[in-house]
C-alpha cells in the first residue's frame, strides 16, 4: 500500500471514530515508528488541533529516553508542524515492586494513568494510540498465554472509555506495522528503534521477533485470521460480558460484596465473567490463576481468604469480601506516590472556633505536632491517651473494646508523628494534640473515603 492510499484509508477510519473537527486530541508518541506515523497522518489531515503526549518509563538509560524525545522533536521539524509535546516521566519499576506486579503491567498502567492527567490538562477528551494488527495479534496471543479468558481473547477494541470524559481510540487496528514503516519510508520520515523492542526479556518481545513470524512464516495470513478469530469472539460473549459488568455494578452499590448465593447459582462461564469484571473493578491483571482461586474461594475450597498483590478477599458466610493490604512502610503525609496505599486526606488550615463533629474530621493544634505526619500501621504494644481520656492506654485494646475485629486493628492505619498517633480515623484523636483556648493555628484533617488510595495534599 503506498502512503496515499494509506492517508486515505486513515482519513475514513478517523472520521468514522473521532469526534467532530476543531476539538483538541492527545497522541501518544513513543519515537517509534508506529507512533510516528499515526503522528504523521494526524498532520497531514488537518482537522484537529494537537496535542503530543509523551511517557518516559525510566526503564531505559538516560542517552536512550532522550533519543525518543529528540525523534519526536526532529519528526515535527520534517513535518513542519508545532504542535505542544508533553514529557512526563514515570517510576515503573517502583510501581511495580510497591504493587507485587509485572514490569510490563506496571509500565501500561503508568502510561495510560498518566495520559489521561496530560489530555485533562489541555481539555482533550480523546487519546489516540498506535496499535495495529500486529499489535493486536501479540495482545491475543499473550492473553492465551496467561489464560485470560474469553474476554481476553478479544484482544484490543478500537475504543474504549478509560475514565469519564477521556476516551481511548486506537485508528491504526486495521493496519500493520509493516505499512506503517511503508508510509513514514515514502514520505522521507525517520523515526528511532526503540532498543528495549529486542529485548527478549519481555514477552511481548518474544511473541513479535520469534513467535508471530514463526507462524507467519508457515502459515501465511496467520496475524489477520486470529484477528478476525478474536472480532468472533467479541461477537459471541460481548452481551455475557456486558450482564457481568452490571452485575458487578449492583454489587458494589450495594456494599462491595458478591453474595454467595446469587453467585454460586451462575454457570462456570458466568463466574468467570464476573471474576473478570471484579479484577476490572480492583484493577487486576487477569489470569487463570486468579479466575480459579477465586471460584475456589466461592466454594469453600483452600480455605477462607486468597491473598492476591495488595488485595485481599475474604469468604464469610454470605458473602465474599475484598480490602486492601496494610502497607509495611511509612509514608508523609502529602508526599506519597500517586497510587500509594493510604486514605484520601486533606490538611485545611482552620480557626478553633471552626469545629464540627464527624468520625472522619479531625481538628488538632498544629503547634502541638512533633514532626511531618505519616500514615503507618499500628505498633505492637503501641499506646496512646484518646481525646478525653485520663490516661493512656493500648491502641489495640481500645479498638478491641469498641467492636473492631482483630483483623482489622492488624491492618489498621493511622496518622502518627514523631510521638507516637495523632489519629484513627472513625475513633478520635490523641489528647496531647487537641484543640483548646490557647491553640493559636488548627489544622484540620479531612479523610474522604476509607476505600481509596491516594493521597492528596493540600496546597
Same mark, same amino acid.
Given at each position: 500500500?503506498?502512503?496515499?492510499?494509506?492517508?486515505?484509508?486513515?482519513?475514513?477510519?478517523?472520521?468514522?471514530?473521532?469526534?467532530?473537527?476543531?476539538?483538541?486530541?492527545?497522541?501518544?508518541?513513543?519515537?517509534?515508528?508506529?507512533?510516528?506515523?499515526?503522528?504523521?497522518?494526524?498532520?497531514? %489531515?488537518?482537522?484537529?488541533?494537537? $496535542?503530543?503526549?509523551?511517557?518516559?518509563?525510566?526503564?531505559?538509560?538516560?542517552?536512550?529516553?532522550?533519543?525518543?524525545?529528540?525523534?519526536?522533536?526532529?519528526?515535527?521539524?520534517?513535518?513542519?508542524?508545532?504542535?505542544?509535546?508533553?514529557?512526563?516521566?514515570?517510576?515503573?519499576?517502583?510501581?511495580?515492586?510497591?504493587?507485587?506486579?509485572?514490569?510490563? !503491567?506496571?509500565?501500561?498502567?503508568?502510561?495510560?494513568?498518566?495520559?489521561?492527567?496530560?489530555?485533562?490538562?489541555?481539555?482533550?477528551?480523546?487519546?489516540?494510540?498506535? $496499535?495495529?494488527?500486529?499489535?493486536?495479534?501479540?495482545?491475543?496471543?499473550?492473553?492465551?498465554?496467561?489464560?485470560?479468558?474469553?474476554?481476553?481473547?478479544?484482544?484490543?477494541?478500537?475504543? #474504549?472509555?478509560?475514565?469519564?470524559?477521556?476516551?481511548?481510540?486506537?485508528?491504526?487496528?486495521?493496519?500493520?506495522?509493516?505499512?506503517?514503516?511503508?508510509?513514514?519510508?515514502?514520505?522521507?520520515?525517520?523515526?528511532?528503534?526503540?532498543?528495549?523492542?529486542?529485548?527478549?526479556?519481555?514477552?511481548?518481545?518474544?511473541?513479535? $521477533?520469534?513467535?508471530?513470524?514463526?507462524?507467519?512464516?508457515?502459515?501465511?495470513?496467520?496475524?489477520?485470521?486470529?484477528?478476525?478469530?478474536?472480532?468472533?469472539?467479541?461477537?459471541?460473549?460481548?452481551?455475557?460480558?456486558?450482564?457481568?459488568?452490571?452485575?458487578?455494578?449492583?454489587?458494589?452499590?450495594?456494599?462491595?460484596?458478591?453474595? %454467595?448465593?446469587?453467585?454460586?447459582?451462575?454457570?462456570?462461564?458466568?463466574?468467570?465473567?464476573?471474576?473478570?469484571?471484579?479484577?476490572?473493578?480492583?484493577?487486576?491483571?487477569?489470569?487463570?490463576?486468579?479466575?480459579?482461586?477465586?471460584?475456589? %474461594? %466461592?466454594?469453600?475450597?483452600?480455605?477462607?481468604?486468597?491473598? $492476591?498483590?495488595?488485595?485481599?478477599?475474604?469468604?464469610?458466610?454470605?458473602?465474599?469480601?475484598?480490602?486492601?493490604?496494610?502497607?509495611?512502610?511509612?509514608?508523609?503525609?502529602?508526599?506519597?506516590? !500517586?497510587?500509594?496505599?493510604?486514605?484520601?486526606?486533606?490538611?485545611?488550615?482552620?480557626?478553633?472556633?471552626?469545629?464540627?463533629?464527624?468520625?472522619?474530621?479531625?481538628?488538632?493544634?498544629?503547634?502541638?505536632?512533633?514532626?511531618?505526619?505519616?500514615?503507618?500501621?499500628?505498633?505492637?504494644?503501641?499506646?496512646?491517651?484518646?481525646?478525653?481520656?485520663?490516661?493512656?492506654?493500648?491502641?489495640? #485494646?481500645?479498638?478491641?473494646?469498641?467492636?473492631?475485629?482483630?483483623?482489622?486493628?492488624? #491492618?489498621?492505619?493511622?496518622?502518627?508523628?514523631?510521638?507516637?498517633?495523632?489519629?484513627?480515623?472513625?475513633?478520635?484523636?490523641?489528647?496531647?494534640?487537641?484543640?483548646?483556648?490557647?491553640?493559636?493555628?488548627?489544622?484540620?484533617?479531612?479523610?474522604?473515603?476509607?476505600?481509596?488510595?491516594?493521597?492528596?495534599?493540600?496546597?
Amino acid at each position: 500500500m503506498d502512503a496515499d492510499a494509506m492517508l486515505q484509508r486513515f482519513a475514513a477510519s478517523a472520521q468514522r471514530l473521532l469526534p467532530a473537527s476543531g476539538k483538541p486530541l492527545l497522541v501518544a508518541v513513543s519515537g517509534g515508528a508506529d507512533s510516528l506515523a499515526l503522528l504523521a497522518l494526524m498532520v497531514q %489531515l488537518r482537522q484537529w488541533p494537537v $496535542h503530543i503526549g509523551h511517557i518516559d518509563h525510566g526503564l531505559r538509560t538516560p542517552a536512550d529516553a532522550q533519543a525518543d524525545q529528540d525523534a519526536i522533536a526532529e519528526m515535527l521539524r520534517q513535518l513542519q508542524a508545532d504542535i505542544p509535546v508533553h514529557v512526563r516521566k514515570v517510576a515503573v519499576r517502583d510501581w511495580a515492586q510497591e504493587k507485587r506486579c509485572g514490569i510490563e !503491567e506496571a509500565a501500561r498502567h503508568l502510561r495510560y494513568a498518566t495520559l489521561v492527567e496530560i489530555a485533562r490538562d489541555h481539555q482533550a477528551s480523546v487519546i489516540l494510540t498506535a $496499535h495495529h494488527a500486529d499489535d493486536q495479534a501479540e495482545t491475543i496471543l499473550h492473553h492465551l498465554l496467561r489464560g485470560c479468558g474469553p474476554v481476553g481473547q478479544w484482544g484490543m477494541a478500537e475504543r #474504549r472509555s478509560l475514565v469519564e470524559g477521556v476516551e481511548l481510540i486506537r485508528p491504526l487496528l486495521t493496519q500493520t506495522r509493516a505499512s506503517c514503516h511503508q508510509f513514514l519510508r515514502q514520505r522521507g520520515l525517520s523515526w528511532h528503534e526503540d532498543v528495549s523492542n529486542s529485548d527478549m526479556t519481555f514477552t511481548r518481545n518474544w511473541l513479535r $521477533h520469534q513467535v508471530l513470524p514463526s507462524f507467519e512464516s508457515g502459515a501465511p495470513g496467520f496475524t489477520r485470521a486470529l484477528c478476525v478469530w478474536a472480532q468472533e469472539q467479541r461477537r459471541a460473549y460481548e452481551p455475557l460480558w456486558c450482564q457481568a459488568q452490571q452485575a458487578m455494578q449492583a454489587y458494589v452499590r450495594d456494599g462491595s460484596a458478591l453474595p %454467595l448465593e446469587q453467585v454460586q447459582a451462575l454457570s462456570l462461564s458466568q463466574r468467570w465473567l464476573l471474576w473478570r469484571a471484579l479484577a476490572d473493578y480492583l484493577h487486576i491483571a487477569v489470569d487463570r490463576q486468579w479466575c480459579r482461586r477465586c471460584d475456589d %474461594l %466461592l466454594h469453600g475450597h483452600g480455605g477462607r481468604r486468597y491473598h $492476591h498483590g495488595q488485595w485481599m478477599l475474604r469468604r464469610s458466610r454470605s458473602h465474599i469480601t475484598w480490602e486492601t493490604v496494610t502497607p509495611d512502610r511509612e509514608h508523609a503525609l502529602g508526599a506519597l506516590p !500517586e497510587h500509594e496505599a493510604a486514605p484520601v486526606v486533606e490538611g485545611v488550615p482552620v480557626a478553633p472556633s471552626d469545629l464540627s463533629y464527624d468520625p472522619y474530621l479531625a481538628t488538632v493544634d498544629r503547634e502541638r505536632l512533633d514532626g511531618p505526619l505519616v500514615w503507618r500501621s499500628l505498633r505492637a504494644a503501641e499506646r496512646w491517651r484518646p481525646l478525653g481520656a485520663q490516661g493512656g492506654r493500648l491502641v489495640k #485494646r481500645g479498638l478491641a473494646d469498641r467492636g473492631v475485629p482483630a483483623w482489622q486493628r492488624s #491492618r489498621l492505619l493511622v496518622l502518627a508523628d514523631k510521638q507516637g498517633v495523632v489519629w484513627i480515623p472513625g475513633w478520635t484523636i490523641a489528647h496531647r494534640v487537641r484543640v483548646d483556648e490557647h491553640t493559636r493555628q488548627a489544622l484540620r484533617l479531612h479523610c474522604h473515603d476509607q476505600h481509596s488510595f491516594t493521597v492528596v495534599p493540600t496546597k
